[in-house]
């Protein structure tokens, strides 16, 4: 089943079970994805589903930022609200790689290219972002590669 089918399903669930938050989510997300199709029908090219992990990791990036700045505020009500929706926009996400995977594909792709230092943390992360987009998180495969390259 595709993301489309998906949030059909999981929309017409939340109407049904009255979940107001996950009903919120999944409108706003079905919104987006059709924004993003539409700018894609633009250039002259279709939604991948690289496109929709983007357009959901976008949403959680917004999430991340505003549960940060709510609990600078003081407002944790709000801050509560942003991590529940948080929590239901992860569950879209493909199954995310562990640390342990990562990081023997970044041995695995230093020892490929030949880095051997700070100065080759462009080339590695370039190659191993390549292949584990949407399956890894940007800043934890960063923080690995800087380990493994001893970058300071």
Known sequence: MG???KLQEDLKNAMKSGDKIRLEVVRMLQTMLKR?????????????EEDEIQVIKSEIKKRKEAIELF???GRNDLAEKERKELEILNEYLPEQMSEEEIKNFVE??????GATGPKDLGKV???VMKELRGKADGALVQKIVKEKLQVQ
Do not use: H, N, P, S
């Open 71 to 73: 609990e600078k505020g």
């Open 3 to 5: 993301l489309k089918e």
């Open 36 to 48: 993003k199709e539409i700018e894609r029908k633009g250039e002259g090219k279709d939604l991948t």
């Open 108 to 113: 695995k792709v230093i020892q490929e290219i």
């Open 125 to 127: 992360m370039g190659a």
